[in-house]
Nanobody
Framework: VQLQASGGGLVQAGGSLRLSCAASGLTLDYYGVGWFRQVPGKEREGVSCVSSSDGSTTYADSVKGRFTISRDTAKNTVFLQMNDLKPEDTANYFC?????????????????RGKGTQVTVSS
């Protein structure tokens, strides 16, 4: 079983990126899936989550109105569309599940976590 995040890169402030969380050996539709971000020396932040039970979504206040999480069942992938990026969005982004259906994802109970993809936003 593997989760692989991709789509990160270097972008100017105000730009956009779309992150992908692709799964192998695991059907993402069966689980709530969350995106997290981590900056060295800072506390990990839950960015967004999409539930399996009803498709509801949640967002951190810092990204509301700018980020959108979605699923593509056929591709077994969860996306994070990030618009109007800001320098403070710079972080390593990874996706994870805790085996449950809903949100938020309990980080202390993760069962699968991707390696992450680096997002760097220049001012």
């Amino acid at each position: 079983v593997q989760l692989q995040a991709s789509g990160g890169g270097l972008v100017q402030a105000g730009g956009s990126l779309r992150l992908s969380c692709a799964a192998s050996g695991l059907t993402l539709d069966y689980y709530g899936v969350g995106w997290f971000r981590q900056v060295p020396g800072k506390e990990r932040e839950g960015v967004s989550c999409v539930s399996s039970s009803d498709g509801s979504t949640t967002y951190a206040d810092s990204v509301k109105g700018r980020f959108t999480i979605s699923r593509d069942t056929a591709k077994n992938t969860v996306f994070l569309q990030m618009n109007d990026l800001k320098p403070e969005d710079t972080a390593n982004y990874f996706c994870a599940t805790d085996g449950g259906l809903g949100c938020p994802i309990d980080y202390s109970r993760l069962n699968y976590r991707g390696k992450g993809t680096q997002v760097t936003v220049s001012s």
